[in-house]
């Protein structure tokens, strides 16, 4: 469907028109989402390419692009030149759509991530715990990106050895979401699985506690 939309928009509109960049860049992401990463960044780069001569570098559909080509570009391991594209997009977002933004916050919750797959663990936790407070300020502590910051941060803690924290916080992100998406949500069921990953582990202390 996204390939056929794409080739029916560069046919009707030419290659640089938005809506076939926009085209392009829904692709990307429906192939990063199958695991087709080469042919993901392929796309995203299209879509980052011509939005940059289109519509500017500083424009949000153009920090998308960035923020796309940085994620899959993680995925496939390549850390530094993800690093590169989250920073770019985090710079970018916050100059044009301010530092409370939604996807400004997004852009610094991928700049820990990527941070944390390098290794780089206290400072990703810092990015995390700034996030996660801006969310609980800006949106409410139940609403389900405040969450997911919960439990991004869960696992920053638990990357450190800081296993009573990362439990703790995981716990309570998991019965939040079974409140507010309900228990068979894949969200709450993910949060789920993670404590019983984290409670078979040799040495960890989470069956010695009451939540």
Same mark, same amino acid.
Request: contains cysteine.
């Given at each position: $469907?996204?390939?056929?939309? *794409?080739?029916?928009?560069?046919?009707?509109?030419?290659?640089?028109?938005?809506?076939?960049?926009?085209?392009?860049?829904?692709?990307?992401?429906?192939?990063?989402?199958?695991?087709?990463?080469?042919?993901?960044?392929? $796309?995203? =780069?299209?879509?980052?390419?011509?939005?940059?001569?289109?519509?500017?570098?500083?424009?949000?559909?153009?920090?998308?692009?960035? #923020? /796309?080509?940085?994620?899959?570009?993680?995925?496939?391991?390549?850390?530094?030149?993800?690093?590169?594209?989250?920073?770019?997009?985090?710079?970018?977002? #916050?100059? %044009?759509?301010?530092?409370?933004?939604?996807?400004?916050?997004?852009?610094?919750?991928?700049?820990?991530?990527?941070?944390?797959?390098?290794?780089?663990?206290? =400072?990703?936790?810092?990015?995390?715990?700034? %996030?996660?407070?801006?969310?609980?300020? %800006?949106?409410?502590?139940?609403?389900?990106?405040? *969450?997911?910051?919960?439990?991004?941060?869960?696992? $920053?803690?638990?990357?450190?050895?800081? #296993?009573?924290?990362?439990?703790?916080?995981?716990?309570?992100?998991?019965?939040? =979401?079974?409140?507010?998406?309900?228990?068979?949500?894949?969200?709450?069921?993910?949060?789920?699985?993670?404590? #019983? /990953?984290?409670?078979?582990?040799?040495?960890?202390?989470?069956?010695?506690?009451?939540?």
């Amino acid at each position: $469907m996204h390939r056929r939309d *794409l080739k029916a928009s560069e046919k009707v509109f030419g290659p640089k028109h938005p809506d076939t960049l926009a085209s392009a860049s829904n692709l990307g992401s429906v192939l990063l989402s199958q695991g087709k990463y080469e042919e993901a960044e392929a $796309m995203h =780069r299209q879509a980052l390419e011509g939005r940059e001569k289109v519509l500017g570098s500083e424009h949000p559909d153009t920090l998308t692009s960035v #923020n /796309n080509l940085g994620s899959v570009l993680e995925n496939q391991g390549k850390y530094e030149e993800a690093e590169l594209m989250h920073r770019q997009a985090l710079e970018g977002r #916050n100059k %044009v759509l301010g530092p409370e933004y939604p996807d400004t916050l997004t852009s610094v919750s991928n700049l820990g991530s990527v941070l944390g797959s390098q290794g780089k663990y206290e =400072r990703a936790e810092e990015l995390e715990v700034q %996030v996660m407070k801006t969310r609980k300020s %800006v949106l409410g502590c139940e609403h389900p990106d405040t *969450l997911a910051s919960m439990g991004n941060l869960a696992f $920053m803690l638990k990357a450190q050895g800081h #296993n009573k924290e990362a439990i703790s916080l995981m716990v309570g992100c998991f019965r939040l =979401r079974g409140q507010v998406l309900g228990s068979h949500h894949p969200c709450t069921i993910s949060s789920l699985e993670v404590l #019983n /990953n984290w409670a078979s582990e040799p040495k960890t202390s989470f069956c010695k506690h009451s939540y």
